[in-house]
């Protein structure tokens, strides 16, 4: 079963513009990571933050978690074409058999 | 190798045919997971690995699925009497201790059974 979902399905942006990518999940959680996956290749891990942090910042990356609500939210400024991929959104839960579960994801296009 | 590498990397297999996939995890990486990914979706957890000893299962979504890791490192996926609903990327990752951080993908195994 698949716990994170994000918001919107498709996103398509033009180069230069910022690209945020939302995530709801359901239960509590110990962290929640992004990852990204290009067109037939596996999953880069992008950011983790951790349950206690409200935001985290990497490079162009900006990611926010608000508990209360059990969202998150992924913010990539000045967006790139080689930005385009497929975004997932992944929880680790605090139950006795966590495991990473992940979002259904988000196409990201960004048009030169 | 630097990364986590899977083979092979592409499969077709007649239904009925038993496979299986390979995981070589990053060297002294101790924890392991198997997951599928369906076109168009995310992962799914399929199984976990503390060094040999498998410590969650409960994603493989039958008996038909075997996993193992005997000696801790290199994993074996094996699906026997494959159905059309088998077909799909079957992602290995591999975390150097914790648990809970973060993951380290290899690209995948497409399979396809017709």
């Known amino acids: 079963s698949q716990q994170g979902e994000e918001d919107p399905q498709a996103l398509s942006i033009q180069e230069g513009e910022n690209a945020t990518m939302n995530c709801s999940y359901k239960?509590?959680?110990?962290?929640l990571q992004w990852y990204r996956q290009n067109s037939g290749r596996g999953l880069v891990h992008l950011i983790l933050i951790r349950s206690n942090e409200r935001e985290k910042h990497s490079g162009r990356l900006r990611v926010t978690l608000d508990t209360s609500k059990k969202s998150s939210s992924l913010l990539i400024t000045a967006s790139r074409a080689a930005d385009t991929a497929s975004y997932f959104c992944a929880t680790f839960d605090t139950g006795a058999n966590s495991k990473l579960t992940f979002g259904k994801g988000i196409t990201l296009s960004v048009r030169p | 190798g630097a990364g986590v590498s899977q083979s092979p990397r592409y499969k077709v297999a007649k239904r009925g045919q038993d496979v299986a996939l390979r995981c070589d995890p990053i060297?002294?990486?101790?924890?392991l997971f198997w997951y599928q990914q369906a076109l168009g979706q995310g992962p799914e957890f399929l199984t976990y690995?503390?060094?040999?000893?498998?410590?969650?299962k409960s994603g493989l979504p039958s008996d038909r699925f075997f996993a193992e890791r005997p000696e801790g490192s290199v994993s074996t996926l094996k699906i026997q009497r494959t159905q059309q609903e088998d077909s799909a990327v079957y992602l290995c990752?591999?975390?150097?201790?914790?648990?809970?951080?973060?993951?380290?993908f290899g690209e995948g195994s497409r399979l396809t059974v017709l």
């Open positions: 060297s002294g990486h101790v924890s």
């Open positions: 990752a591999s975390s150097f201790v914790s648990y809970t951080g973060e993951l380290f």
């Open positions: 690995f503390q060094n040999e000893a498998q410590l969650d």
């Open positions: 239960t509590s959680i110990n962290n």
